[in-house]
């Protein structure tokens, strides 16, 4: 009897380690978690399917050097060349659509580039860089900050030259860029979900929008386990097949903050 009751007390023990130790790692990125989208997500695949998710929200860059070390199990980004080479050295096993948004150029009512109302957003930069307007730059290799660079570049506008005091870089995420930003009447470009969820906007409002280019894919790839084979696949993969499922993509389009929709699902089956 007494074997018997220790080996029960083994396997229960056992049990309760395995349950406990059902947690993942997403390396993810600031705008995932500050727009309140992960808070509203998690709980409701936690509830499902009994899998904790522990979240590190970086910027893309460091996300995805996060999942090159082996320390995540799940990389949740949005710099598609950045995912795309992170593929190509065979660090994830296979790349998903989630969700899209896009970006927007925020700034002061008073507007003294004169942006207001355009969405040409090549336009609306060399405008800024014209006339040496205040602008924060999120400076930490972020999909956001990606993107940035990219529309500097497609706008004609040489930064690393161009920028001086008026450029300002500050190495952080898209929260404190937009506290930056509201607190000294600058210039920011800005993911719209973190903007929308944003309270302390000052006499920030949206200036430039609506241009292709803006455009913001969100992708999702399991850390590649034959790599690191710490990664917890199989709950890893669990967690993405249910972002990109019928029901994950539903509560995806379920958040709302103030009645709009932050987040556009539009996972592939």
């Given amino acids: 009897m007494r074997k018997l009751a220790a080996i029960a007390t083994i396997l229960f023990w056992s049990t309760c380690a395995y ?6 790692t997403v390396a993810s990125t600031t705008s995932t978690e500050q727009s309140g989208l992960f808070g509203y997500l998690l709980p409701l695949f936690t509830k499902e399917k009994g899998i904790d998710v522990k979240v590190v929200a970086v910027g893309t860059g460091q996300a995805l050097d996060i999942g090159r070390r082996g320390d995540a199990d799940v ?3 949005h710099d598609r060349v950045a995912e795309d080479k992170f593929m190509s050295e065979g660090q994830g096993v296979k ?6 948004n896009d970006f927007v150029i925020v700034g002061p009512n008073s507007d003294p580039a004169h942006i207001a109302g355009g969405k040409d957003v090549a336009d609306a930069l060399r405008k800024i860089a014209a006339a040496k307007a205040p602008f924060v730059s999120r400076g930490d290799k972020s999909g956001t900050h990606a993107a940035e660079l990219r529309l500097w570049k497609e706008a004609g506008v040489d930064i690393a030259t161009a920028k001086g ?10 929260g404190p860029a937009l506290n ?26 949206i200036l430039t929008e609506g241009d292709k280019r803006l455009f913001n894919q969100y992708g999702v790839m399991l850390v ?18 249910w972002l990109i499922s019928p029901k994950g993509q539903d509560a995806i389009a379920g958040y709302k903050v103030g009645g709009e929709q932050l987040f556009f699902p539009n996972a592939s089956h």
């Fill in 19 to 24: 349950a406990q130790d059902r947690t993942i």
């Fill in 75 to 77: 990389v949740f980004v």
């Fill in 95 to 100: 790349r998903f659509d989630v969700m899209y």
């Fill in 165 to 174: 005091s008026w450029y300002r870089e500050i190495g952080q995420g898209m």
């Fill in 180 to 205: 930056m930003a509201s607190s000294s009447s600058a210039y920011l470009l800005s993911d719209r979900g973190t903007w929308l969820s944003f309270k302390n906007r000052g006499e920030l409002a």
């Fill in 224 to 241: 590649n386990p034959d790599k690191h084979p710490n990664v917890k696949a199989k709950d890893g993969q669990a967690f993405i097949d």
